[in-house]
């Protein structure tokens, strides 16, 4: 399957898709397949636009499934009706193919977590309270002996002020 999808020409599919998108444009069909495709051309030709060419796919994949909401909810006539049905067909394959392409122009969908095979990802926040596996011990197995309490640094003591001696005769000097 894989072979089957990088044999796949993506100029080529969405050359197609904008074409049969152009044919059902003027009768009762979906109004957004046009645009969509004509973005993809546009996506497809410049090489290094990736964000653009992975949004385009986004909105392919997505269409799928208001066509098929579209086409339960509208009547349409039964030429038109293959057509859109033959080009709901076509965005598989057409999604597959950029997707490939994606990759191949080193593309990840931070979105979804996924680049390429690589699932683990990077580590973009660490647990509060002490609960990392850094430098402090932030846990502890049941069966190890608890530790007593760690004195804190504390600054030499100052020597007490000494008090002053009373005055002779003062009135509270008792």
Do not use: C, H
Request: charged share 10%; aromatic share 12%; no cysteine.
């Amino acid at each position: 399957m894989a072979d089957f999808i990088q044999a796949l020409d993506p100029s080529k599919l969405v050359l197609i898709g904008t074409a049969m998108s152009f044919v059902t444009s003027g009768f009762s069909a979906p109004v957004y397949n046009l645009p969509i495709f004509l973005f993809g051309m546009y996506a497809q030709e410049a090489s290094d636009a990736v964000q653009s060419l992975k949004a385009f796919t986004f909105l392919l994949a997505g269409s799928m499934f208001y066509d098929i909401i579209w086409m339960v909810n509208n009547s349409q006539n039964w030429f038109i009706k293959l057509v859109s049905i033959l080009l709901l067909l076509l965005k598989i394959p057409t999604t597959f193919a950029f997707v490939t392409a994606l990759q191949q122009r080193g593309a990840a969908f931070s979105g979804l977590g996924i680049r390429g095979n690589d699932l683990s990802g990077a580590t973009v926040w660490s647990m509060p309270g002490g609960f990392t596996s850094s430098a402090r011990d932030g846990y502890q197995n049941v069966d190890s002996p608890v530790d007593g309490p760690k004195p804190l640094s504390v600054p030499p003591a100052q020597p007490a002020p000494q008090p002053a001696a009373p005055t002779p005769g003062a009135y509270q000097a008792v």
